[in-house]
């Protein structure tokens, strides 16, 4: 069974950088099948799409959040990560690393972590 | 940008048929899943592909696609379904939205 589990600072000071690492367990990491993506989720609210990374390193990233965002794999430690800088209070939400199935415009998170709380406050 | 819409809520009776809509432009010519939340849990992918079920989703779960709308069923709901449900679609700009929640409430 896929495991997928987040971790890292739960508390993040303004304009600093957020850093949260991604570990799969259970399945292939490196498979060409799948990509591998950041979801977050702020208190009380919806679900935002952060961005997605496949095995070959290429990234794609909301549009909204790119000039933010870099994620990165390690295929060795089968781990990914994301980071997010010049961070503010309305980055504050629960975020969720996803195994993602995508071809074309289908594109799905059918595996989904517990999830990691990270507030943004000084 | 494309945008998704859905209801704030839905409420229905037990043994009812819940019927969740999805709208966006031309979304019919994109495929949609959803997923369901429930408090303090991890989202779960319950239809990709406008209509197909992952292992393990009851068969009351049901999907559909057409013109601008996709819709979520779920016939006989049970008390079980109450919960967030989210909509989601690829964006032309090469990433995926997310709708902004439809919470079902079973009377």
């Known amino acids: 069974q896929l495991q997928l589990q987040e971790s890292g600072p739960g508390l993040v000071k303004p304009s600093g950088t957020l850093s949260l690492t991604c570990t799969v367990s259970g399945d292939s990491f490196s498979s060409s099948t799948y990509f591998w993506g950041w979801i977050r989720q702020p208190p009380g609210k919806g679900l935002e799409s952060i961005g997605s990374v496949y095995y070959s390193g290429r990234t794609y990233y909301n549009p909204s959040l790119k000039s933010r965002v870099i994620m990165s794999m390690d295929t060795s430690k089968n781990q990914f990560s994301l980071r997010l800088s010049s961070v503010t209070a309305a980055d504050t939400a629960v975020y969720y690393c996803t195994r993602q199935y995508c071809s074309g415009d289908d594109c799905y998170n059918d595996y989904w972590g517990q999830g990691t709380l990270v507030t943004v406050s000084s | 940008s494309f945008e998704l819409t859905q209801p704030p809520s839905v409420s229905v009776s037990p043994g009812q048929t819940a019927n969740i809509p999805c709208s966006g432009d031309k979304l019919g010519d994109k495929y949609a899943c959803w997923y369901q939340q429930k408090p303090g849990q991890s989202p779960v992918l319950v239809i990709y592909?406008?209509?197909k079920r992952p292992s393990g989703i009851p068969e009351r779960f049901s999907g559909s696609n057409s013109g601008n709308t996709a819709t979520l069923t779920i016939n006989g709901t049970q008390a079980v379904d109450e919960a967030d449900y989210y909509c989601?679609?690829?964006?032309?700009?090469?990433?995926?939205?997310f709708g902004p929640g439809t919470k079902v409430t079973v009377l």
């Open positions: 592909q406008d209509t």
């Open positions: 989601q679609a690829w964006d032309n700009s090469n990433f995926y939205v």
